[in-house]
């Protein structure tokens, strides 16, 4: 059974910093194209960073050069660390796994930025 497993949420004043792990487990980690979703209620849910099998990376616009997307192959990890946070920036993340036709979602993790 494939599992996803969010940590790292909290709370952070705005221009702070704060790094989301997901654990993959129970698949073969390596092969998946890895992503960072959010989602504020009555919003419809957005990518926000994807890392592919061979770790290049895309962003949303509005977080380009705050967040970086990386993944550790050896421990089933994938990592978002969020710099310069923005109260914008406040939602839950949802850790996201897909290799056609397959994928899968963490539970998610909230973030909120606020002073």
């Known amino acids: 059974q494939v599992q996803l497993v969010e940590s790292g949420g909290g709370l952070v004043q705005p221009g702070g910093s704060l790094r989301l792990s997901c654990v993959v487990s129970?698949?073969?980690?390596?092969?998946?194209?890895m992503a960072w979703y959010r989602q504020v209620p009555g919003k419809e849910r957005e990518l926000v960073a994807s890392i592919n099998s061979g770790a290049g990376a895309n962003y949303l616009e509005s977080v380009q050069g705050r967040f970086t997307i990386t993944k550790n192959n050896a421990k089933n990890t994938v990592y978002l660390q969020m710099n310069n946070l923005k109260p914008e920036d406040t939602a839950v993340y949802y850790c996201?796994?897909?290799?056609?036709?397959?994928?899968?979602w963490g539970p998610g993790t909230q973030v909120t930025v606020s002073s």
């Open positions: 129970g698949t073969i980690f390596s092969i998946f194209t």
């Open positions: 996201h796994a897909k290799r056609d036709p397959l994928q899968y």
